[in-house]
T-cell receptor, first 113, second 108 residues
Framework: DGGITQSPKYLFRKEGQNVTLSCEQN?????MYWYRQDPGQGLRLIYY???????QKGDIAEGYSVSREKKESFPLTVTSAQKNPTAFYLC????????????FGQGTRLTVV | GQQVMQIPQYQHVQEGEDFTTYCNSS?????IQWYKQRPGGHPVFLIQ?????EVKKQKRLTFQFGEAKKNSSLHITATQTTDVGTYFC????????FGQGTELSVKP
């Protein structure tokens, strides 16, 4: 059963701690994306990757880091430098960056207390 | 950088009324995509428009791409309660940039 999986669905962390959100896809897609969703602000692009071992900053990359060591995996680390980390994080993948439909995971709701 | 603006932010309609959301880009787009996100869910792809002036229909939904490939619209005829959700446009110029979305509520 092909798809894109994010885990966990809910995550709680204390302020000052780094946290890594998982994103795995078995669709054989080259492109992967991380978006942040806040109420009333739509989806804002954090990082995106077109191929393995390559990724680019999106519009709000400060305080985040990613890696793309395998085609199927694109984990996102929310660092303590991110001032307002509480949000809904969505991972997506597509066959080709920006030119084909994107498939989204179920999302991870991160709450930092 | 590339920006995609979407209006209105919210739309409340009576069931059976029509609904339209508009999307404008600061740059010419190679294509525009539309997604729907149900409450508590994740965005799901609806359609992609590629050609200048393109119009596509999906049952009660009509999608248009402007002649200059910088704007687009989604029109729903005779809304139903199942149409509830947030509709996003996403402009593609390399990376995929989403608009703020229009949240549609439908009163039975």
């Amino acid at each position: 059963d092909g798809g894109i999986t994010q885990s966990p669905k809910y995550l709680f962390r204390k302020e000052g701690q780094n946290v890594t959100l998982s994103c795995e896809q078995n669709l054989n897609h080259d492109a992967m994306y991380w978006y942040r969703q806040d109420p009333g602000q739509g989806l804002r692009l954090i990082y995106y990757s077109q191929i393995v071992n390559d990724f680019q900053k999106g519009d709000i990359a400060e305080g985040y880091s990613v890696s793309r060591e395998k085609k199927e995996s694109f984990p996102l680390t929310v660092t303590s430098a991110q001032k307002n980390p509480t949000a809904f994080y969505l991972c997506a993948s597509s066959i080709e960056q920006g030119y084909t439909e994107a498939f989204f995971g179920q999302g991870t709701r991160l709450t930092v207390v | 950088g590339q920006q995609v603006m979407q209006i209105p932010q919210y739309q409340h309609v009576q069931e059976g009324e029509d609904f339209t959301t508009y999307c404008n880009s600061s740059t010419t787009l190679s294509n525009i995509q539309w997604y729907k996100q149900r409450p508590g869910g994740h965005p799901v792809f609806l359609i992609q428009l590629v050609k200048s002036g393109e119009v596509k229909k999906q049952k009660r939904l009509t999608f248009q791409f402007g002649e200059a490939k910088k704007n687009s619209s989604l029109h729903i005829t005779a809304t139903q309660t199942t149409d509830v959700g947030t509709y996003f446009c996403a402009g593609a110029e390399g990376k995929l940039i989403f608009g703020q979305g229009t949240e549609l509520s439908v009163k039975p």
